[in-house]
């Protein structure tokens, strides 16, 4: 079992930034891609990034790309997505997700092994 914690979340006025965090108590085959999912009120979940363990190879959604940036320190066991020039539209429920490396690049919520708690994010307008 793999245990996903993250921190990070907030409010944040249009334009700002934030930075989430995502502390996996070990990695597995099973977690050798960390993302992350978001789900806003009334949508489903969707990806937003994710970063292969090894080799660092990511994944952007085209509605965060050249703003977020995910990001591991594999000693520490902890991938990060740093969140720029944030839009109402970014005002999630942010997910930590781990998945084995072979569906990083195309990320599914039904190849997910192990889900973080998730942490909210708020940008108002």
């Known amino acids: 079992q793999v245990r996903l914690v993250e921190s990070g979340g907030g409010s944040v006025q249009a334009g700002g930034s934030l930075r989430l965090s995502c502390s996996a108590s070990r990695y597995s085959s099973g977690s050798n891609c960390m993302g992350w999912f978001r789900q806003g009120p009334g949508t489903e979940r969707e990806a937003v990034a994710a970063?292969?363990?090894?080799?660092?190879?990511?994944y952007y959604a085209d509605s965060v790309k050249g703003r977020f940036t995910i990001s591991q320190d594999n000693a520490k066991s902890t991938v990060y997505l740093q969140m720029n020039r944030l839009k109402p539209e970014d005002t999630a429920m942010y997910y930590c997700a781990a998945s084995s490396s072979a569906s990083c690049l195309r990320p599914r919520v039904v190849d997910v092994n192990y889900w973080g708690q998730g942490t909210q994010v708020t940008v108002s307008s």
């Open positions: 970063i292969v363990r090894v080799g660092a190879s990511t």
